[in-house]
């Protein structure tokens, strides 16, 4: 599964998923896409297109979070083959993604904001999401 919004979040992804925060997780990056605001919502989808997301790659989840991670995207949602790039190569992976017209092409999405200094991991750091000065951490590069 890749992840690029708020499961970035080792806090949100343990209490939704209802596992450890992403220890065996890779950062990756998706070519082709966007990351943008869903329409009337403050959460991120991701939208054909120029451009690049960072984020992460987790190895298979269970059944069990498989359920939850559904519950907590909504309908609004639904997992969409992907293909991403790792430092170990290519993989084939699936994310959560809202159907276009639900996407707003004119909000890009910042990850993580607000995300305090000590829940930023080494693997959020490798993916892109850094910490900043005082309460507040941005992708790189947004």
Same mark, same amino acid.
């Given at each position: 599964?890749?992840?690029?919004?708020?499961?970035?979040?080792?806090?949100?992804?343990?209490?939704?998923?209802?596992?450890a925060?992403?220890?065996?997780?890779?950062?990756?990056?998706?070519?082709?896409?966007?990351?943008?605001?869903?329409?009337?919502?403050?959460?991120?989808?991701?939208?054909?297109?120029?451009?690049? #997301?960072? +984020?992460? !790659?987790?190895?298979?989840?269970?059944? @069990? $979070?498989?359920?939850?991670? &559904? /519950?907590?995207? %909504?309908?609004?949602?639904?997992?969409?083959?992907?293909?991403?790039?790792?430092?170990?190569?290519?993989?084939?992976?699936?994310?959560?993604?809202?159907?276009?017209?639900?996407?707003?092409?004119?909000?890009?999405?910042?990850?993580?904001?607000m995300?305090?200094?000590?829940? #930023?991991? +080494?693997? !959020?750091?490798?993916?892109?999401?850094? @910490? $900043?000065?005082?309460r507040? &951490? /941005?992708?790189? %590069?947004?």
């Amino acid at each position: 599964m890749f992840l690029y919004g708020t499961l970035l979040d080792p806090v949100v992804f343990a209490r939704f998923a209802g596992r450890a925060p992403l220890r065996r997780a890779l950062p990756a990056r998706l070519a082709g896409y966007r990351r943008v605001a869903l329409r009337g919502t403050p959460y991120p989808t991701l939208l054909a297109g120029a451009g690049e #997301v960072a +984020g992460l !790659l987790l190895p298979r989840l269970g059944a @069990a $979070a498989l359920v939850r991670l &559904a /519950a907590y995207e %909504g309908p609004e949602y639904a997992l969409r083959p992907v293909r991403v790039a790792t430092a170990r190569g290519p993989r084939r992976a699936r994310a959560w993604v809202a159907r276009g017209w639900r996407a707003d092409p004119a909000r890009p999405w910042a990850a993580i904001r607000m995300l305090p200094r000590a829940n #930023v991991s +080494g693997d !959020l750091c490798a993916a892109g999401v850094q @910490a $900043a000065p005082g309460r507040r &951490a /941005a992708m790189a %590069g947004e």
